[in-house]
């Protein structure tokens, strides 16, 4: 096996390890309270101590689920980077002549 394929494959583990782990972490139970949809405002959210609402878009994305989007835009960045070196791979070895 290639350094760059083991390199890849602890890379890949690591991030699902992370990933799995903060899907544990959280706890589900204070996020689905309801059985239907229900409207969660999304302006004029802050009171008058600049304290987000609890019930507002901005508190729930951020606050409640801002570590689940993190792991997610952390896993989108790797997906981009590693199609840009299939790319740059495949581009390399071409023999088209």
Do not use: H
């Not at 972490?25 to 987000?52: C, R, S």
Request: include cysteine; proline fraction near 3%.
């Amino acid at each position: 096996m290639s350094k760059k394929v083991a390199i890849g494959v602890a890379v890949a583990a690591l991030l699902m390890v992370v990933c799995v782990t903060s899907v544990f972490a959280t706890d589900w139970n204070d996020y689905m309270n309801y059985d239907e949809p229900q409207d969660i405002p999304f302006d004029d959210v802050v009171d008058e101590e600049g304290d987000l609402d609890e019930s507002s878009l901005n508190y729930n994305l951020f606050e409640k689920y801002g570590p689940v989007i993190l792991i997610l835009a952390v896993l989108m960045f790797g997906a981009m980077i590693g199609g840009v070196c299939i790319a740059r791979e495949e581009g390399e070895q071409d023999d088209s002549n």
